[in-house]
């Protein structure tokens, strides 16, 4: 019987790797995944690898015969071994195969060099993701945690969903033209904005939220600025966190707007007066509708953010394929950790 493998790329742990029958778990990073794997140790025999891009490992990787050899540390295993694998954090695990090259006195050949080396890895890592779907069965996206939100917004749309109206610009003009009108709008990034754990001796971390736009928002900005985009602020009367498992729907409703520090951004959390959060049951409509839009991304896991406005109207926010579910998980006592950990085992020869 072949051993089942779950490969995990989880960049907020500190463990370069560890299997399921390790009693010591709790001296780990990463409440969330820690859980996913002792629920796998509680349902299978079934051997774990954890992978973390963010700390120092030695790796040995070889492809011949139609198949991976990868040893990381002290775990080896080959892909033909692997019967399932969760792609916690996205993208290609194995970091620092290819060193750096620097052609002293020639900055032109050393850039040169240095996108030649890019896309050798990328070319490596497009077909380990290759042969290892091919291989088992895979939770997760190799895409990365960063769909593109416009795009998101696009399709959802297409699908028949409501996303709130939205501009990019880099007028101020334009920005202006937003504030005047009185409709009420956000700004916020495009894609993940800043989220940086400085985990040096400052401990300090570094974040962007969602602002309301307002005259004090373009203050110090000239007539032409940055690309920026805006959204419609909706009334809301709720929001919702959605986490999806292929078809299966977990969400819980956060009240976030009876509290105006956590109005416009949830996660500006209020720790004296948390925002009370509930398990939500979504309607079978939105519940298709969501399917449809994470197939038309080739996702099948992660969490939608949605907002109920007052009149019990759903609009989608964006979708994260590798947002923190713990939180959902516990105060809504949902069991996901579970549900991760039986999909994972599911396919054990």
Same mark, same amino acid.
């Given at each position: 019987?072949?051993?089942?493998?779950?490969?995990?790329?989880?960049?907020?742990?500190?463990?370069?790797?560890?299997?399921?029958?390790?009693?010591?778990?709790?001296?780990?990073?990463?409440?969330?995944?820690?859980?996913?794997?002792?629920?796998?140790?509680?349902?299978?025999?079934?051997?774990?690898?954890?992978?973390?891009?963010?700390?120092?490992?030695?790796?040995?990787?070889?492809?011949?015969?139609?198949?991976?050899?990868?040893?990381?540390?002290?775990?080896?295993?080959?892909?033909?071994?692997?019967?399932?694998?969760?792609?916690?954090?996205?993208?290609?695990?194995?970091?620092?195969?290819?060193?750096?090259?620097?052609?002293?006195?020639?900055?032109?050949?050393?850039?040169?060099?240095?996108?030649?080396?890019?896309?050798?890895?990328?070319?490596?890592?497009?077909?380990?993701?290759?042969?290892?779907?091919?291989?088992?069965?895979?939770?997760?996206?190799?895409?990365?945690?960063?769909?593109?939100?416009?795009?998101?917004?696009?399709? &959802? /749309?297409? =699908?028949? *969903?409501? #996303?709130? @109206? +939205?501009?990019?610009?880099?007028?101020?003009?334009?920005?202006?033209? !937003?504030?005047?009108?009185?409709?009420?709008?956000?700004?916020?990034?495009?894609?993940?904005?800043?989220?940086?754990?400085?985990?040096?001796?400052?401990?300090?971390?570094?974040?962007?939220?969602?602002?309301?736009?307002?005259?004090?928002?373009?203050?110090?900005?000239?007539?032409?600025?940055?690309?920026?985009?805006?959204?419609?602020?909706?009334?809301?009367?709720?929001?919702?966190?959605?986490?999806?498992?292929?078809?299966?729907?977990?969400?819980?409703?956060?009240?976030?707007?009876?509290?105006?520090?956590?109005?416009?951004?949830?996660?500006?959390?209020?720790?004296?007066?948390?925002?009370?959060?509930?398990?939500?049951?979504?309607?079978?409509?939105?519940?298709?509708?969501?399917?449809?839009? &994470? /197939?038309? =991304?080739? *996702?099948? #896991?992660? @969490? +939608?953010?949605?907002?109920?406005?007052?009149?019990?109207?759903?609009? !989608?926010?964006?979708?994260?394929?590798?947002?923190?579910?713990?939180?959902?998980?516990?105060?809504?006592?949902?069991?996901?950790?579970?549900?991760?950990?039986?999909?994972?085992?599911?396919?054990?020869?």
């Amino acid at each position: 019987m072949p051993a089942e493998v779950a490969l995990s790329d989880d960049v907020r742990t500190t463990a370069a790797s560890e299997t399921c029958h390790d009693p010591d778990l709790q001296q780990f990073g990463d409440p969330s995944t820690l859980d996913v794997m002792r629920w796998i140790h509680h349902l299978s025999p079934a051997k774990v690898v954890r992978i973390n891009a963010d700390e120092r490992y030695r790796v040995a990787l070889t492809f011949a015969d139609d198949d991976f050899f990868v040893q990381v540390n002290d775990d080896a295993f080959r892909l033909a071994d692997v019967s399932s694998a969760w792609l916690r954090k996205g993208g290609f695990w194995f970091k620092g195969l290819f060193p750096a090259v620097t052609a002293e006195g020639r900055p032109a050949l050393t850039r040169h060099l240095s996108q030649m080396l890019e896309r050798e890895n990328r070319t490596l890592r497009d077909h380990f993701h290759y042969v290892l779907r091919k291989r088992c069965a895979v939770l997760g996206s190799a895409h990365g945690s960063t769909p593109n939100k416009l795009v998101v917004l696009e399709h &959802a /749309r297409e =699908l028949g *969903l409501r #996303t709130p @109206s +939205f501009s990019v610009s880099n007028q101020r003009s334009h920005a202006e033209g !937003l504030v005047a009108s009185g409709g009420g709008y956000v700004t916020k990034a495009m894609s993940d904005g800043l989220y940086l754990f400085d985990a040096t001796e400052s401990k300090t971390g570094y974040f962007t939220y969602t602002e309301a736009l307002g005259p004090q928002s373009l203050d110090g900005v000239g007539a032409s600025m940055a690309p920026s985009f805006f959204q419609r602020y909706v009334d809301k009367a709720f929001e919702l966190r959605i986490f999806f498992l292929d078809d299966q729907f977990r969400a819980g409703a956060i009240f976030s707007q009876n509290d105006e520090q956590t109005r416009v951004d949830y996660r500006k959390y209020n720790d004296v007066r948390p925002n009370r959060v509930i398990p939500f049951r979504l309607p079978k409509a939105i519940e298709d509708k969501l399917s449809r839009l &994470a /197939r038309a =991304l080739d *996702l099948n #896991t992660g @969490s +939608f953010d949605m907002i109920v406005d007052s009149q019990g109207e759903y609009y !989608l926010l964006e979708v994260n394929p590798v947002g923190q579910f713990g939180p959902l998980s516990e105060k809504c006592n949902m069991g996901i950790e579970r549900m991760i950990a039986e999909r994972l085992v599911a396919r054990e020869h």
